[in-house]
């Protein structure tokens, strides 16, 4: 499955806008409830110029339930979604990219923090970034 590169690089640079306080959430709150998670994505939504209503329901129809990773999800999903004539054009497989974005999630270390305190791995945490940029390609 081709993965599209550029809504990668725009679904972490948004999450790290995110952990760094950009959108006034608290990370921790952000990562452990599911009520502030959709909020957050919406906000996230809007400063990117995507449909809030349509990034919160890519949030609520995560494969996923711990919030942490519904947030990822949602996050890949504005990433993708946010560069849509770029879908299909990139030639980056879906394992090079979660390899790829394991490498960004580890290097981030407020991120890591968050994740440990969840019981999430990076890998986990980069599938669920993938699978939102795929799901927002499809």
């Known amino acids: 499955m081709i993965v599209e590169y550029a809504g990668l690089v725009s679904a972490f640079a948004l999450l790290a806008a995110t952990l760094s306080g950009s959108y006034g959430q608290n990370v921790a709150a952000v990562f452990a409830s599911g009520a502030t998670g959709v909020t957050a994505v919406g906000k996230a939504a809007r400063s990117q110029k995507v449909s809030s209503a349509e990034a919160r329901a890519a949030y609520k129809r995560a494969p996923y339930k711990k919030p942490a990773l519904r947030y990822l999800y949602a996050m890949g999903w504005i990433g993708g979604t946010k560069n849509p004539g770029q879908c299909g ?14 490498r960004q999630v580890r290097s981030n270390p407020k991120l890591m923090t968050q994740l440990r305190k969840r019981a ?19």
Do not use: N, P
């Not at 980069?126 to 799901?135: C, D, I, Y």
């Open 120 to 138: 999430v791995s990076a890998g986990a945490a980069a599938s669920a970034l993938v699978k939102g940029v795929v799901s927002a390609c499809a």
């Open 89 to 102: 054009l990139t030639l980056l497989g879906q394992d090079a990219a979660k390899e790829q974005t394991v």
